[in-house]
């Protein structure tokens, strides 16, 4: 794919970013989020604009203890499986690599093979205790969990 450049959010990519995400909530895919929730966390976001517009996003939040968990990733529909999310995910590991000597990445998916072709490995949730209390109450799912646990470490 040509002119494809993925960056750190602004501020200003709120509306795009929640465009984005709001094409999978009815879905149940992710969470809704306001813009100003966004905009809030914005430097958690990278974005993948082709032709300089913002056709993708994924976040990495930071629980603390070098845990962080990959959220938000989506990708315009008509461009799923053109490497968008690989290059996004990709493009946090790395900065993440160059920030920490060590950390633990994980994300509850319903594509762990996305993921395990990117290095995770299949784990239980129950790994992950900060997610359960701080998202999974509030998720529709949140009884009947749809999603995998993936995990990969860097440093340990």
């Known amino acids: ?4 450049l993925i960056r750190p959010a602004v501020p200003d990519d709120a509306p795009a970013i929640k465009r ?10 992710v969470l809704p989020r306001s813009e100003d929730d966004i905009r ?6 990278v974005v993948a604009e082709v032709d ?11 629980f603390g203890g070098n845990l962080l968990e990959i959220r938000s990733l989506a990708v315009e529909r008509g461009l799923i499986g053109r490497g968008l999310g690989r290059l996004m995910v990709e ?15 994980f994300a509850l998916t ?17 790994l992950f205790p900060e997610k359960i209390w701080s998202d999974c109450d509030k998720c529709p799912k949140k009884d009947c969990c749809d ?6 470490s860097h440093g340990f």
């Open 1 to 4: 794919m040509n002119n494809v």
């Open 20 to 29: 984005i995400l709001d094409l999978y909530v009815e879905e149940r895919i």
């Open 40 to 45: 809030f966390y914005s430097r958690n976001f």
């Open 52 to 62: 300089g517009v913002c056709r993708g996003c994924c976040a990495a939040r930071d």
């Open 91 to 105: 493009f946090i590991i790395e900065r993440l690599k160059e920030e920490r000597s060590q950390f633990r990445l």
């Open 110 to 126: 319903l594509r762990a093979d996305f993921f395990q072709k990117l290095g995770f490995e299949i784990v239980e949730k129950e």
């Open 147 to 152: 999603e995998i646990a993936v995990l990969i």
